[in-house]
């Protein structure tokens, strides 16, 4: 019996990466001085994610992680990870040359398949391609060792 291979990073391969001037960043509506601050900063860093895109990760309460996907090409925040995820369990591996993103841990906000069923809360490994600012699952399947460190 033959298993499919996970996805690979060269597989969804973004050239050129973006190496101009980052824009600064665009008022966000609904935001908040901490938060603007905090993007801002992830705004100065080095293009991480897809191209042209930092993936900048925060606390989003409790104990819980988030992530947004800001394009410094134009200072927009293009998205965040589909969920957030339990800080013990979460990691994710990801390249500045890729559109694929790795994603381990145990949501916080429930999660379904792709035929929209209910799934019960444990740690899953997730496989995203990101197209036009969003996220699509390609595979999910239960982690079977610990998350990353």
Same mark, same amino acid.
């Given at each position: ?28 509506? &609904?935001? &908040? ?13 080095? !293009? ?16 819980? !992680? ?17 969920? *957030? ?7 994710? *591996? ?8 790795? !994603?381990?841990? !145990? ?24 197209? &036009? ?17």
């Amino acid at each position: 019996m033959a298993f499919a291979a996970d996805p690979d990073f060269k597989d969804y391969a973004v050239t050129p990466v973006f190496t101009g001037t980052h824009h600064e960043l665009v008022p966000q509506e &609904n935001s &908040n001085p901490v938060m603007d601050s905090a993007r801002a900063k992830a705004l100065k860093g080095k !293009i991480n994610f897809a191209g042209h895109y930092i993936l900048h990760q925060l606390g989003c309460g409790g104990s819980a !992680i988030c992530a947004e996907v800001l394009d410094a090409r134009t200072g927009e925040v293009a998205g965040g990870l589909p969920n *957030a995820y339990d800080g013990s369990t979460f990691a994710m *591996a990801y390249q500045p040359d890729s559109r694929l993103i790795f !994603i381990t841990g !145990i949501t916080l906000d429930g999660e379904e398949d792709a035929q929209g069923n209910s799934l019960e809360s444990v740690n899953r490994d997730r496989y995203y391609e990101f197209v &036009n600012n969003e996220f699509r699952l390609l595979t999910m399947t239960e982690a079977e060792s610990p998350p990353l460190d």
